[in-house]
């Protein structure tokens, strides 16, 4: 075959100017299945370190039981039941906590599953851990997309054995919801919109942090719109479809209740979550690192802190708009909300902007001290993790 001036081959120009898709330059299949064994490694690492802690404090001191605890019981509850009609209270009347405060789309996965056959406990395992898969996977591809491969690798290393990344083990909605961003911003970036539009509402419907990644892919839309105006339809609906998602169910629940206000006020009753516009978290950093009442406290604080730090420096390097976006506004509606101090490095665990210096930097390194330096916060991550579901009495 002849090459074209340049060394390119024919067709070469064309190539390059369309759109790649979902799976190309991601490192085909080898670089997916080196992601998923690296995944692998961080949940088993993570199950015999919870087998090793053993939770002598719990009623429920088996590693399954500690894999069901707390937000698990909601789920299987709406799974199950279904939702509430109305309000839930004590007997004094005053207003509680309920299933209504939990979007659907986890425990509707659930209820496929227990529809086929698995007891519902098993259902929701099932569920988390293939999102957690398919989570390994797009956090690969992202990676891989933005910055290489091994920047793909490294991105999946550091994610899955962060400190709390042991709800990706769990019955909870961390891992779906992780898989759906990452997913949908691959999507994005490689202008496939119509996955795009579909991730992006099912990461609206998983949890309210997904009208953060519903306005990145707006942005996204909006640069592919100016980039090319014959085909901006496509990009825009598919941010209006993602757009779309929090609202419907925020409706859906104040229609449902009769109160347009219901799912903040349950949000309220129940776990004392309101934006306050980062009062609390400023209270709670000001307090613990002036007292440093307890450990745990003051390691949350310390979270916090490095995370924000590290958003700076992912922010300094201009990252993807829509990526910066996203990691922005989560970022903002975690740290400018009251409610348990302990559940917040849980809820940064899917912004991702924070991880990308860590990532970024591994990759770079060279491979001897990138695999030290990934091991050294692997096992702190790892076992912080199982301690706070075993040893540590509160909720996660």
């Given at each position: 075959m002849t090459e074209q001036p340049g060394g390119g081959q024919p067709g070469a120009e064309q190539a390059e100017e369309r759109p790649p898709r979902l799976w190309e330059a991601a490192g085909a299949w080898r670089g997916v299945l080196t992601a998923v064994g690296i995944f692998a490694l961080t949940r088993v690492a993570q199950l015999l370190i919870l087998a090793w802690?053993?939770?002598?404090?719990?009623?429920?001191?088996?590693?399954?039981?500690?894999?069901?605890?707390?937000?698990?019981?909601?789920?299987?509850?709406?799974?199950?039941?279904?939702?509430?009609?109305?309000?839930?209270?004590?007997t004094n009347h005053v207003l509680q906590g309920n299933e209504l405060a939990f979007?659907?789309?986890?425990?509707?996965?659930?209820?496929?599953?227990?529809?086929v056959g698995f007891s519902a406990q098993t259902a929701a395992l099932v569920v988390s851990w293939t999102a957690?898969?398919?989570?390994?996977?797009?956090?690969?591809?992202?990676?891989?997309?933005?910055?290489?491969?091994?920047?793909?690798?490294?991105?999946?290393?550091?994610?899955?054995?962060?400190?709390v990344s042991v709800v990706l083990s769990m019955a909870y909605s961390e891992a779906?919801?992780?898989?759906?961003?990452?997913?949908?911003?691959?999507a994005a970036h490689r202008q496939v919109w119509w996955a795009a539009g579909l991730l992006g509402l099912g990461a609206a419907l998983t949890r309210p942090t997904g009208a953060a990644a519903a306005l990145a892919?707006?942005?996204?839309?909006?640069?592919?719109a100016r980039r090319n105006?014959?085909?901006?339809?496509?990009?825009?609906?598919?941010?209006?479809?993602?757009?779309?998602?929090?609202?419907?169910?925020?409706?859906?629940?104040?229609?449902?209740?009769?109160?347009?206000?219901a799912w903040f006020r349950i949000q309220t009753a129940g776990w004392g979550t309101s934006f306050d516009y980062g009062a609390s978290t400023f209270s709670f950093l000001n307090e613990t690192l002036?007292?440093?009442d307890g450990w745990i406290p003051m390691s949350v604080a310390l979270i916090l802190l490095v995370a924000l730090a590290a958003a700076g420096v992912a922010l300094a390097g201009r990252p993807w708009p829509p990526l910066a976006v996203y990691g922005v506004v989560a970022m903002v509606l975690v740290y400018g909300q009251a409610g348990f101090y302990h559940s917040k490095p849980r809820l940064l665990l899917p912004v991702l902007l924070t991880l990308l210096p860590a990532a970024v930097a591994a990759a770079r390194a060279r491979p001897?001290?990138?695999?030290?330096?990934?091991?050294?916060?692997?096992?702190?991550?790892?076992?912080?993790?199982a301690y706070l579901i075993t040893v540590w009495p509160y909720t996660l």
């Open positions: 802690l053993g939770g002598a404090t719990h009623d429920d001191n088996t590693l399954r039981g500690r894999l069901l605890v707390w937000d698990a019981g909601w789920f299987l509850r709406v799974a199950v039941d279904g939702y509430p009609h109305a309000y839930t209270y004590d979007f659907p789309l986890y425990p509707m996965l659930i209820r496929g599953f227990d529809a957690s898969i398919a989570a390994a996977v797009a956090l690969h591809l992202l990676g891989t997309t933005l910055y290489g491969k091994r920047t793909g690798w490294t991105l999946v290393a550091i994610c899955c054995s962060a400190p779906l919801f992780l898989a759906l961003v990452a997913g949908m911003f691959v892919l707006a942005v996204a839309a909006i640069m592919a105006r014959k085909t901006a339809w496509q990009p825009l609906l598919a941010a209006a479809v993602a757009l779309a998602g929090v609202p419907l169910f925020l409706a859906w629940v104040g229609l449902r209740v009769g109160d347009w206000s002036r007292t440093g001897r001290v990138a695999v030290l330096s990934i091991v050294a916060w692997a096992a702190f991550g790892l076992w912080y993790g």
